[in-house]
């Protein structure tokens, strides 16, 4: 089958203040706070529109003292992209910020790596460090999904479309996975948490918030190899999406193109 080449975006619907310590495993703490957006992303080709993510909604955003600047689904749809007609969305990892209103896609497919649903539904949840990031609402939503026949379980690499290969990468969670996308300036991975900033990979230093940090440190190795060049990369949480790519869609919406570059670092 001929190979795609698919348009990408980012589109941003939250941030929070960060002190470095919370960023990187070794941080000065003197050094001064940095922020955090969060981002979904979509990839279009001819009439398919696939979402990779699916964002928190306003009570998580209360709850967890974020600041929420837009529904992520009422912005996909704002920018066009019609929700009935989504037959796939990958969720990267189940965290909250990354699997919440799965409830407001009623025809697509969830596609999760089958260790991350055993490590969200399993023994080690008994622990706050390994829970905290999840929502157990958000769990129970895929559960549901699974039982509408909507989640289709992975186990390593896969394609997913002509021109989308996923991967799992693990070590922020036990089944975290990257995307990998053809698009018009070459290969681009969307790494979400496998490197919340450039800076995270770019100097091996971890995010704290982790299962492995042996397979957190080869997962940077992984997203290195997959990419085209480092320029290739989009961090998942990284704001310097906003500066390096041009805007897409409504001013309003926060979109980005990621195949149109406006800077490189």
Not at 221 to 247: F, K, M
Request: proline share 4%.
């Amino acid at each position: 089958m001929t190979m795609k080449t698919w348009e990408a975006y980012a589109l941003r619907y939250a941030t929070v203040q960060r002190r470095p310590q919370e960023n990187f495993i070794g941080a000065d703490p003197h050094e001064t706070a940095a922020s955090m957006d969060y981002f979904v992303w979509f990839l279009r080709a001819d009439d398919e529109t696939i979402l990779v993510d699916t964002g928190f909604n306003e009570a998580a955003a209360r709850a967890r003292k974020r600041t929420f600047l837009r529904c992520p689904v009422a912005s996909l749809q704002a920018a066009g992209v019609h929700l009935d007609d989504v037959r796939a969305t990958v969720i990267t990892h189940a965290h909250y910020d990354h699997a919440g209103n799965t409830r407001k896609l009623l025809k697509t497919t969830f596609h999760l790596q089958e260790r991350e649903m055993a490590f969200a539904t399993g023994k080690e949840m008994r622990y706050r460090f390994m829970r905290h990031a999840y929502d157990p609402a958000d769990i129970c939503d895929l559960v549901y999904a699974n039982f509408q026949e909507r989640l289709d379980f992975h186990d390593g690499a896969y394609e997913l479309r002509p021109g989308i290969t996923v991967h799992w990468v693990g070590g922020h969670t036990r089944g975290l996975q990257i995307v990998r996308v053809h698009t018009r300036r070459g290969w681009i991975v969307i790494a979400s948490d496998a490197a919340h900033y450039l800076a995270n990979l770019r100097q091996r230093a971890p995010f704290p918030i982790v299962a492995d940090s042996g397979e957190m440190l080869r997962a940077f190795d992984l997203v290195e190899t997959l990419a085209e060049s480092p320029d290739h990369i989009i961090a998942g949480h990284d704001p310097i999406v906003r500066s390096l790519y041009q805007p897409a869609g409504p001013a309003d919406l926060e979109i980005f193109s990621l195949a149109d570059v406006i800077a490189s670092i």
